[in-house]
T-cell receptor
Framework: SQKIEQNSEALNIQEGKTATLTCNYT??????LQWYRQDPGRGPVFLLL?????KEKRKERLKVTFDTTLKQSLFHITASQPADSATYLCALAPNTGTASKLTFGTGTRLQVTL | NAGVMQNPRHLVRRRGQEARLRCSPM?????VYWYRQLPEEGLKFMVYLQKENIIDESGMPKERFSAEFPKEGPSILRIQQVVRGDSAAYFC????????????FGPGTRLTVL
């Protein structure tokens, strides 16, 4: 069955360091992958989208890589700040059928401390 | 440009009552998606609608749940005869296009069934 795995343990890092979050998937051929941020009690906020034919995407302090051979995406936040503390979700859209039917991982909680 | 609007933000129902959740997509968006997030679980796709059409309802429970997106007005997710297991956060998302397009999420409706 299709599976998306994100590290369920919280990631604690010091301010100024680079945070790296991992999203692994199995039995899936995604057309594209998205990363969202979710704060407690709020809806997910879109951050970045990367397509299957793209290796890397950047936006300000954020960088996403997509390795379809390893079936993995890495999400990096450079020069992290306490305001970056949140849960980060990866979501995949299938390559066949309804491309818009996103499948989400359970998310990784990031805690950035001073 | 207002984002996706959902109301109510919090809804309390007793077992056996009906719950109606409303979603107004972003301006210019004609595609609406409903997701459910149970405590400690990831977002699960429920249904995808365009104006007056249900495109994909593969994630909807077979009974008690229905959704619509009329020509005029918001999209409605309706849950009849609610049970305690329906307690969750229900998120609506909208997109401008269907394929390879970002979904923007609303703040969610938190349903509590007593």
């Amino acid at each position: 069955s299709q599976k998306i795995e994100q590290n369920s343990e919280a990631l604690n890092i010091q301010e100024g360091k680079t945070a790296t979050l991992t999203c692994n998937y199995t039995n899936y051929s995604p057309a594209y992958l998205q990363w969202y941020r979710q704060d407690p009690g709020r809806g997910p906020v879109f951050l970045l989208l990367i397509r299957e034919n793209e290796k890397e995407k950047r936006k300000e302090r954020l960088k996403v890589t997509f390795d379809t051979t390893l079936k993995q995406s890495l999400f990096h936040i450079t020069a992290s700040q306490p305001a970056d503390s949140a849960t980060y979700l990866c979501a995949l859209a299938p390559n066949t059928g309804t491309a818009s039917k996103l499948t989400f991982g359970t998310g990784t909680r990031l805690q950035v401390t001073l | 440009n207002a984002g996706v609007m959902q109301n109510p933000r919090h809804l309390v129902r007793r077992r056996g009552q009906e719950a109606r959740l409303r979603c107004s997509p972003m301006k210019g968006h004609s595609h609406v998606y409903w997701y459910r997030q149970l405590p400690e679980e990831g977002l699960k796709f429920m249904v995808y609608l365009q104006k007056e059409n249900i495109i994909d309802e593969s994630g909807m429970p077979k009974e008690r749940f229905s959704a619509e997106f009329p020509k005029e007005g918001p999209s409605i997710l309706r849950i009849q005869q609610v049970v305690r297991g329906d307690s969750a956060a229900y998120f609506c998302a909208s997109s401008q296009d269907r394929d390879t397009d970002t979904q923007y999420f609303g703040p969610g409706t938190r349903l509590t069934v007593l």
